[in-house]
């Protein structure tokens, strides 16, 4: 599903020093994956416990 109003614009999605861990960084690489964020560019997670594997490589996979 895709994002609709000022969401489907962002560009960038800066999150990082949010908390988030394993769970949601799966969530996120799902939302990825499912073409929800196709118009973001970048996603900066630094500095959260989870790993961010996940979300990277599912931006990797979308740009294909």
Do not use: H, T
């Not at 994002?3 to 394993?22: K, P, Y």
């Not at 799966?26 to 996603?43: E, H, T």
């Amino acid at each position: 599903r895709q994002l609709e109003g000022a969401l489907a614009s962002l560009e960038v999605l800066d999150l990082r020093l949010n908390d988030i861990g394993d769970d949601g960084m799966k969530a996120l690489a799902a939302a990825c994956a499912s073409g929800a964020l196709d118009n973001i560019a970048s996603i900066y997670l630094s500095r959260n416990p989870g790993n961010s594997a996940p979300v990277d490589n599912a931006m990797k996979e979308r740009k294909k």
